[in-house]
């Protein structure tokens, strides 16, 4: 488990791509420059699509780690490569 402090949560395991992105973005719009999302994913399309994406839209991630159920916590820096 990770000692990351996070600002914000979302459990995104519950939908599917494209909508895990656009829930994802809503999320980390709410926070601010340099504030830290964690975001519960399933392992698949989601776990190689949204950081990818939330890079591009330029976000860090910050840690991404398996958990032991087929899911991944991972931590993003709004506005990190900014």
């Known amino acids: 488990m990770s000692n990351i402090k996070a600002d914000g949560f979302i459990d995104i395991t519950d939908v599917v791509c494209p909508i895990t992105f656009v829930k ?3 999320a980390i719009e709410e926070l601010e420059q340099g504030q830290i999302l964690e975001i519960q994913m399933n392992e698949g399309e989601s776990i190689q699509n949204v950081p990818r ?15 032991d159920d087929s899911t991944f916590t991972v931590f993003v820096e709004k506005g990190g490569l900014v």
């Open 24 to 26: 994802v973005k809503v």
């Open 53 to 67: 994406s939330l890079k591009d839209e330029g976000h860090r991630v910050v840690s991404v780690e398996s958990n």
